[in-house]
Structures are given as C-alpha cells and as structure tokens.
T-cell receptor
Framework: NAGVTQTPKFQVLKTGQSMTLQCAQD?????MSWYRQDPGMGLRLIHY???????DQGEVPNGYNVSRSTTEDFPLRLLSAAPSQTSVYFC?????????????FGEGSWLTVV | GQQLNQSPQSMFIQEGEDVSMNCTSS?????WLWYKQDPGEGPVLLIA?????ELTSNGRLTAQFGITRKDSFLNISASIPSDVGIYFC?????????????FGKGTKLSVKP
C-alpha cells in the first residue's frame, strides 16, 4: 500500500552540487508532477508528465530537469543547486490530469542548499 | 503565474468554535479542491467540488463551489485540537496544457484546547 514514495526525505547540498529527487508510484497512474513549497506560499508546479516519455514545464521550471522513462518513476534533477532551491518538494500522481479527486501526494523531500 | 487569494492567512481559535476560510480567483475553475497539510506531511484531500453552487460535506467540514466559479469556501464546525494544520484551496482547469492544480497560500489554523 505504498502510494507515492519520495526519497530522500531530507538532503543538504552545497551550492553547485547536483542531485536527483526520486518519486515512484505503484498505482499505474498516468499523470505525475512535482511541486515545491516555500514558507508562506502554496505549492507551485515545477514540471509534470502526462505519461511515459512526455514531460512539460510548470510554473517554476528553471533549474530543474525531469524525465519519464517508465509509468512508475518521475525523478526530479537539480543540475547545479542554488540556495534559492532550498524548499520542500512534493511529488504527486493521479490517474489522469482532470481527475482532481484522486491526486495523491508523497510525504515530501526537505532540501537545503548551503 | 496565476494565483488564488486565500484568506485568512492564519487563525487562532478556541476548541469548539466554528472556522471559515475562503479562496477567490480572477479566473474561473472547473474544480475546486480543499487540502489539509500536517507538519512534515504532504497535502491530504479533504473535499472536491465539481459544479458551480455545489455544497459538499465531509464530517464536520463543509465546502462550497461559488456560483461564479471564481471562489470557494471551507467551513469547519466545532473545531477540535486535531484540526490544527495548514489548509489549502486549489483550483483546476480542464483540458489543453492546463489541468494542473493552482494552490492558494494556505490558512494556518491553531486550536486552543
């Protein structure tokens, strides 16, 4: 009964380092997305995917890269981390893009860039 | 980018009191959603609304989809300590490159026993 699984839960990076946040879902959902949450802000969409091999940019895509080689996995890559990317990151999935009532969120990944 | 205006930003209430929060937008949405987020957790869906004017309840929670499709409110009756958390509204368009969620900035609820 895993749902949406994110790893790592916590990470500290130095400026300029690269890393990948992993997201996996076991519900065979087509749609997956990444959000970031900053203090006093709602969640903002970074990138999303409507199916394997298809990705698109959200509201705040700069500095992030994604790929969707399988239905289950949707990793988020930071190529050269910056302090402005210190945030909490949430991965989400749903059967389709318009089914608002079945969007499942992961538990979040806390990232600090120093 | 598009934003939702959610108010109030925070609330401090006594256990047993009722709570009301709302969201407004400059554009219309096809779906309004209300989420709750506990510390260290991801958002959890409370109520989903699909039709203008729709009024939906989930236990002590009641939410309505505004007639204009540009607003929604959430009421919590007889609050209890476990209601503490951050409540987010989210709007969703259908179709095209849209269909993603747009979130409000959240209402932080504190409940005094």
């Amino acid at each position: 009964n895993a749902g949406v699984t994110q790893t790592p839960k916590f990470q500290v990076l130095k400026t300029g380092q690269s890393m990948t946040l992993q997201c996996a879902q076991d519900m065979n959902h087509e749609y997956m997305s990444w959000y970031r949450q900053d203090p006093g802000m709602g969640l903002r969409l970074i990138h999303y995917s409507v199916g394997a091999g298809i990705t698109d940019q959200g509201e705040v895509p700069n500095g992030y890269n994604v790929s969707r080689s399988t239905t289950e996995d949707f990793p988020l890559r930071l190529l050269s981390a910056a302090p402005s990317q210190t945030s909490v990151y949430f991965c989400a999935s749903s059967p389709g893009r318009i089914t608002g009532n079945t969007i499942y969120f992961g538990e979040g990944s806390w990232l600090t860039v120093v | 980018g598009q934003q939702l205006n959610q108010s109030p930003q925070s609330m401090f209430i006594q256990e047993g009191e009722d709570v009301s929060m709302n969201c407004t937008s400059s554009s219309i949405f096809n779906t309004w959603l209300w989420y709750k987020q506990d510390p260290g957790e991801g958002p959890v869906l409370l109520i989903a609304l699909y039709k203008a004017g729709e009024l939906t309840s989930n236990g002590r929670l009641t939410a309505q989809f505004g007639i204009t499709r540009k607003d929604s409110f959430l009421n919590i009756s007889a609050s209890i300590p476990s209601d503490v958390g951050i409540y987010f509204c989210a709007g969703q368009h259908y179709g095209g490159s849209q269909g993603n969620l747009i979130f409000g900035k959240g209402t932080k609820l504190s409940v005094k026993p």
